[in-house]
């Protein structure tokens, strides 16, 4: 039995775990040690990946690439590579991922099962959109090849589906072609989210990737940062990457507190207001900001801290997300990471993908229990109301019948599980 | 011709196992090389080979399915590679880890466990330094363990067969001194790999096996004799060394 939480460190559980290495051995892993979950880099953030009491596959260590055309573009990888072995390998060939998170600590089989987006939604879609392939190992021993054009109804249940369909052994990925590392990017100011939604509208017809973060401890209006940007042809490479920095302690209490929060929002504010306008920056420091400080989890102390994620129907976008902002500063809780980000038209693959046209707010709360969950059930009430949903990848506690507004087409999705599969969200949001 | 020339010939015994994929891959991020991997299992090998080749399409990858512990089989297989050119380096990697209770239990698991992970190394290494000194030239690193530097307890079966291993290099870095053959021991602590699965379910602090190639490559990029990795395992293995019996006795490792 081994101790393992996710990313947001609510609680360490205890687990059985079988070490995946060898792609021809996973059959029998699986058959042996069932019922599991695939966990891969552990980010997502609740209890998706884990299995208290039960078995986790781990997926690491099966990291092998399989084949890659450089003519095409395309990429069959195993499903424990991570985004980052591919950026790092193939951009300086001008191949890269069409759509990453904003992490690329994460395995390919966790972005699919996640149908993960990125800043650049309103023109590539969510990862699943650029996934050509996918293997899955069922635990009765046999295996599915599935693909948008090969037996396509596995396949929109093994996007987004959580990891419950089987196990993702392989993947065949589309890349893009780029010509350099950099980007041009832009920060600039607002003052308010009514300015959010006219910026954002403008910047999605000349900028590939756009993005906002929120100062939502701001008193009256919620000033922010609009990011936009778009590869550029400079082809140098920087000679030496930074070396990141690790949070190596777990402070006793969250350093993302009431005290903390309103100056640091603010410094960055200004900082960027002032300083900061028009750059050309690395393509893992526009994308991939956080990975600079490894285990920066852990700066919310001992008792962790939940990810609130969520998309709204874009006619109900501007209300409510001004809704939610009022909500969170009335609670006096705040949060660093608030981003806002529209999503475009594009219908995502899968029966459970969480992207939908809308407007999504992320924003992440250090774990003060009773209090943080009494917000989080005024934010799901404004969820409610505009038939928006709640992200699953950062989920730990929304209640079963959110989940079950949010995602219609489960009724579709549950026939396509492997039975041999079952997660601790599973047993939450799906009763089994 | 000069090594700078022509790309570093580069043969991995045991080249499927996790530390060493891990050391070729960093040597292909480094330039691409000749490779000959040598293993057991040809399956294993063939996905090996197409994982290097998306990595470095440039190198020249060969495997060979070997037979670990028969002395002529050894001898012939290397000779061969060396009918091919020199070759620059040289890692001996294969091994595995046995339950100590079953080597106490049954003697035939623990013959075992002596030939594939003591003598098996130490014959390929013979074979290897042999062409080595002929050529003046080469570098030799073998794979040894933290275990061999003191017998204890909980795995003295396969300490004693790394402990076969460092002797044996140590010797054959005396001979060699007035070589220019390179010959590194390594000795990686816990590591996370297949072979350890069983001491991550008990809860053992195990070093990711990315961390423990990058301190072999590093160590032997610098010319060391021995390696420890990670690196701190050096102070730890130092103390165990010299602790007094009466307290050695006392501890449960």
């Not at chain 1, 987006?117 to 295996?143: A, C, E, I, P």
């Not at chain 1, 874009?314 to 001004?322: H, Q, S």
């Amino acid at each position: 039995m081994v101790m393992i939480s996710s990313w947001g460190r609510l609680e360490q559980k205890e687990h059985r775990i079988s070490a995946l290495s060898d792609r021809a051995q996973i059959a029998r892993e699986l058959s042996t040690h069932k019922p599991g979950i695939a966990y891969g880099m552990g980010r997502s953030y609740g209890d998706e990946c884990l299995n208290p009491e039960g078995c986790l596959w781990l997926t690491a260590g099966l990291n092998q690439f399989i084949q890659f055309d450089h003519a095409t573009g395309h990429l069959t990888c195993e499903s424990g590579v991570t985004l980052r072995d591919i950026q790092r390998l193939l951009a300086p060939r001008g191949w890269m991922l069409p759509v990453t998170p904003g992490t690329q600590m994460v395995t390919v089989g966790g972005c699919i099962a996640n149908d993960v987006h990125g800043k650049n939604h309103h023109r590539y879609g969510s990862f699943g959109d650029h996934v050509l392939r996918v293997k899955l190992q069922r635990t009765d021993g046999s295996v599915i090849d599935c693909g948008p054009n090969h037996a396509p109804e596995w396949f929109s249940a093994t996007v987004g589906g959580l990891g419950l369909t089987g196990l993702i052994t392989e993947a065949e990925i589309q890349l893009r072609p780029i010509m350099g590392p950099w980007l041009d990017t832009e920060t600039i100011a607002f003052d308010s989210i009514d300015e959010f939604f006219p910026l954002s509208d403008n910047s999605e017809r000349d900028c590939e990737y756009t993005v906002a973060w929120v100062d939502c401890t701001s008193r009256h209006t919620n000033r922010g940062l609009f990011m936009r940007g778009n590869h550029n042809a400079d082809t140098t490479w920087p000679m030496s990457s930074k070396k990141p920095i690790t949070v190596s302690v777990v402070p006793p209490i969250s350093l993302v507190n009431k005290l903390s929060l309103r100056p640091f929002n603010a410094a960055y504010y200004y900082s960027k207001k002032w300083f900061a306008r028009k750059a050309s920056t690395f393509y893992e420091g526009f994308f991939y900001p956080l990975d600079n400080v490894l285990e920066w989890n852990r700066m919310y102390g001992p008792r962790g801290f939940y990810q609130y994620q969520s998309v709204i129907p874009m006619d109900e976008g501007a209300d409510a997300t001004k809704e939610m902002l009022r909500q969170i500063a009335r609670s006096g809780d705040g949060s660093f990471l608030a981003v806002l980000k529209t999503f475009g038209t594009r219908k995502a693959k899968g029966m459970l993908s969480f992207p939908m046209h809308g407007v999504s707010l992320a924003l992440d709360f250090p774990n003060r229990n009773g209090q943080t969950h009494a917000l989080f059930e005024r934010l799901d009430a404004v969820v409610r109301e505009t038939k928006g949903r709640v992200y699953p990848a950062k989920d730990a506690r929304m209640p079963r019948e959110l989940f079950e507004a949010g995602f219609p087409r489960i009724s579709e999705f549950l026939p396509f599980r492997d039975p041999g599969i079952s997660s601790a969200m599973s047993r939450r949001l799906l009763g089994a | 011709m000069t090594v700078q020339d022509r790309m570093k010939r580069i043969a991995i015994v045991g080249a499927t196992s996790a530390i060493a994929t891990h050391c070729t891959r960093l040597w292909l991020c480094d330039a691409p090389a000749e490779l000959i991997l040598i293993g057991r299992s040809p399956g294993g090998l063939a996905r090996l080979m197409a994982d290097l080749r998306v990595r470095s399409p440039e190198s020249v990858i060969r495997m060979v399915a070997a037979n670990f512990v028969e002395p002529v089989a050894i001898r012939s297989l290397v000779d061969r590679l060396f009918e091919d050119g020199p070759i620059d380096i040289a890692l001996i990697a294969h091994g595995n880890l046995p339950d100590q209770q079953q080597c106490q239990a049954d003697l035939a698991v623990g013959a075992e466990a002596i030939t594939v992970n003591g003598l098996s190394p130490v014959l390929f290494a013979e074979a290897m330094a042999g062409h080595m000194e002929k050529l003046d030239a080469g570098t030799l690193i073998v794979i040894g363990s933290v275990a061999g530097d003191r017998g204890r307890k909980s795995n003295y079966v396969y300490g004693a067969a790394k402990g076969l291993v460092g002797r044996y290099v140590q010797g054959l870095q005396h001979r060699l001194a007035k070589t220019s053959v390179k010959v590194t021991l390594i000795k990686p602590g816990p590591t996370e790999t297949p072979m350890t699965t069983h001491l991550k379910q008990q809860g053992m602090p195990l070093a990711p096996v990315e961390d423990v190639a990058k301190a072999i490559v590093d160590g032997v990029a610098e010319g060391k004799r021995t390696v420890y990795a990670p690196r701190k395992w050096a102070l730890v293995m130092m103390v165990i060394r010299h602790l007094p019996h009466f307290i050695f006795a006392r501890m449960n490792i």
